[in-house]
């Protein structure tokens, strides 16, 4: 979680950490508040989890703050087995509800004596801007509080003065990601996920009606939802409330969707964010939209209103993943905190987890509405931050094809290919390709079965409407090969002199996978052995395990022998003899050459007769398979449109000097590091790479091991996060990979 750890053998510092900041003799409330969002259970997980492995006390706070007013069998302490098989629960175990009692001093008041009575001074809030603008005034009253109790006799001085101050930390959990100073709120994910399974179950009605789909999204003030599944589907129209159609929108989109008709294009998708408003800030409902349509084209036109099925479903890997490391940071957050220490926000900036002054985020995210209402619609996208106009942009540029007039030609000529695995995601990033070149006034050409293809002149001209619905479609188009250029280089650079192609967009890496989705519900006393992909890459191993709580995870990047897989059976074996009866183990497939997933099978199943029974599963290219996800299907548009700026760039420079040799800076590879998308040249990637397994030679997310340890209820060890102190609330950054 921080840059400045070990993350080859990240042990023992924990214990440094504990002696400044013990939760011994400490309690923490938890609470869910407001709607109800995928993932805040693992976000609860993970404080009751954490918590209890500082040695602090954590009390369940049950229907959010109408529990705290109530209190009694509202409030109760939580314990290990407590928060057991809840991660791939949607909701909040904890039950969430909206409470008029807490807005008024008598009823923080109830809440303040209930807390009192129990010790808890420590509080984790997960809601939103609402829920946590609540906390934060509960806390400024605290002391006032305390002080009416003692006047009216319900504490006594003492209890007064070793309960003087309240720590407040809050988590956003809001599947609508309205909440300025974090790039994904806990839910969004999820929510975009059922989204696009509905979007994807309606765009096989193209096979056999030529309709209309009318799709309204939640965000009511916001419109994350509706943009992100906009680019994500290719959508022929989308309605936002901080970005307005200009006027005459009516007779721009019914061209617009009578053009693709023309273009024999069987189904119109639009989405509509329920929130969403016109220039004089009057509403545009999809009910509207679908009488515009029939009215004035006849098309056969369909409204689906989605309504609360994007908060229900199991949250996403991404959800799990963000929750637990928001969840372990808040904990620290309420152990470092101080009298002096304003209430913060647990925050994601990239892959790092940061704290911000949870009343500035508030005050920024108030401004966005301001600005809606006041009608200042750019300053009301530009609030959203940079990755929310980055994402309007992109969308606006793939999705309206500018008349061939409008378009200056640059006479170059551009080649996309897909290399290595397939993965999902490729055809997101080869449409978005096509049409940004397009846009830039180039020939765009499509390479058929990768270097192979290439070699062959397996080579294609591809054009705007030849890319139409992609996003959503798994594997490569395109078709892609393992194979490495090497032994063709002159039939390639032949074929590249044939086609006169200028630049070439190469799609691919060493390894690509998709997903892993795992449970163990339902059955007892059995531990499942897991073997996912990735070569010698073990993220997938490692994040697939703190997404599904697995017991362990074997990676090739952190050595294990055989005394680890002992320590592993004797933690399985005792945790059978408790009310938890699942394990679930997984292993990278190329962790050990000796160790293998039969190995690890035969210990355990002979180590654990009698406690256990095992089962084992390689999951193989079920991995590859299947529809993008959402964070997929818009990464791979959003980074193959700057891929394509680039090359448009670099072709823009040459124009004119005839021929040029190749300098280190024109063969680049574009990818994240930390939250910043950056094109490094080839050559320097060379230190920064283990060839002999296709890896880099660091890894950040090793450094989030410790936490699946902890959280499985290992003796591991914890670095504090640099988020260690509390960052000043900034408009985000040119890119935010980690905010789809």
């Not at 259970?41 to 109530?70: S, T």
Request: with cysteine; net charge neutral.
């Amino acid at each position: 979680m921080d840059d400045h750890d070990d993350t080859q053998n990240p042990k023992g510092s924990f214990r440094k950490f504990l002696e400044h900041l013990s939760g011994a003799g400490k309690a923490i409330g938890v609470l869910t508040s407001g709607g109800d969002a995928q993932g805040m259970n693992a976000a609860v997980r993970a404080v009751v989890r954490m918590g209890i492995y500082v040695g602090a006390k954590v009390y369940f706070i049950y229907e959010g703050y109408q529990g705290m007013v109530d209190g009694g069998s509202n409030i109760v302490e939580a314990d290990w087995e407590s928060v057991s098989s809840i991660l791939q629960v949607g909701g909040t175990i904890i039950g969430s509800a909206r409470c008029k009692d807490f807005r008024s001093r008598e009823g923080r008041l109830k809440a303040a004596a209930n807390l009192t009575q129990l010790g808890i001074t420590n509080l984790c809030v997960i809601g939103g801007d609402g829920s946590l603008t609540g906390a934060n005034i509960f806390r400024r009253e605290w002391s006032g509080l305390l002080e009416e109790l003692v006047k009216d006799g319900k504490i006594d001085q003492e209890a007064a003065r070793r309960h003087g101050h309240l720590n407040v930390v809050g988590m956003v959990g809001s599947i609508d990601n309205d909440f300025c100073g974090t790039d994904m709120t806990i839910g969004t994910d999820s929510a975009l996920h059922r989204i696009m399974e509905v979007v994807d179950a309606i765009m096989t009605t193209a096979q056999s009606h030529q309709r209309t789909f009318v799709l309204e999204v939640m965000g009511r003030h916001c419109g994350y939802l509706a943009l992100v599944s906009a680019l994500a589907c290719g959508a022929d129209w989308v309605f936002l409330p901080e970005s307005p159609p200009e006027d005459g929108w009516q007779e721009d989109m019914c061209v617009k969707l009578s053009e693709n008709r023309a273009r024999k294009k069987r189904l119109n998708i639009i989405i509509v964010a329920e929130g969403a408003i016109d220039t004089q800030n009057k509403p545009i409902t999809s009910e509207q939209i679908k009488e515009l349509v029939v009215s004035q084209l006849g098309y056969d036109t369909r409204v689906t209103i989605l309504g609360h099925v994007q908060r229900g479903g199991t949250p996403s890997a991404f959800d799990r993943i963000l929750a637990s490391r928001m969840g372990v940071e808040a904990v620290v957050a309420l152990l470092q905190a101080t009298p002096e220490t304003p209430a913060c926000v647990v925050s994601l900036s990239g892959n790092q987890a940061v704290r911000l002054p949870l009343m500035e985020c508030v005050q920024m995210t108030q401004e966005v509405q301001k600005a809606m209402d006041e009608r200042r619609f750019k300053d009301a996208v530009k609030l959203r931050g940079r990755s929310f106009e980055s994402n309007l942009n992109t969308y606006k540029r793939l999705a309206i094809k500018l008349s061939d007039s409008h378009i200056p030609k640059t006479n170059c000529n551009v080649g996309v290919v897909n290399v290595g695995a397939p993965a999902a995601g490729m055809n997101a990033a080869v449409r978005a390709a096509v049409r940004v070149g397009i846009a830039d006034g180039h020939k765009m050409f499509a390479v058929y079965d990768g270097f192979e293809g290439f070699a062959k002149g397996q080579i294609k001209e591809i054009g705007w409407s030849d890319v139409g619905g992609w996003t959503g479609q798994g594997g490569s188009i395109l078709g892609t090969k393992r194979t490495l250029p090497g032994k063709s280089l002159e039939d390639i650079a032949a074929q590249m002199r044939a086609h006169r192609i200028n630049a070439l967009l190469i799609i691919g890496g060493f390894e690509t996978c998709d997903r892993i989705k795992q449970s163990a519900s339902g059955t007892k006393r059995r531990v499942f052995i897991i073997e996912t992909m990735g070569g010698f890459c073990g993220y997938l191993a490692n994040m697939g395990a703190l997404a599904a709580g697995a017991d362990a995870a074997y990676i090739f990047e952190e050595p294990f022998d055989i005394r680890d897989l002992q320590s592993n059976v004797e933690h399985l074996t005792e945790k059978m003899k408790t009310t938890i009866q699942r394990g679930l183990v997984l292993r990278n497939e190329s962790c050990s050459e000796n160790y293998t997933t039969d190995f690890i099978y035969q210990l355990y199943s002979e180590e654990g007769k009698g406690v256990f029974d095992c089962r084992k599963n390689v999951l193989g290219h079920m991995q590859q398979g299947g529809a993008p996800s959402p964070f997929d299907r818009n990464f791979g548009t959003k980074i193959s449109a700057r891929a394509m700026q680039w090359i448009s760039a670099k072709l823009k420079e040459s124009l004119g000097k005839g021929k040029r040799f190749v300098s280190d800076d024109s063969i680049c590879v574009l990818g994240i590091s930390k939250r910043n998308l950056l094109f490094q040249p080839v050559a320097a990637l060379k230190e920064q790479t283990d060839f002999e397994h296709r890896i880099p030679k660091e890894q950040w997310w090793l450094k989030l091991r410790p936490l699946m340890k902890i959280l499985a209820k290992y003796k591991a060890s914890f670095e504090v996060s640099d988020a260690g102190q509390l960052e000043p609330v900034q408009h985000r950054g040119p890119e935010e990979p980690a905010a789809i």
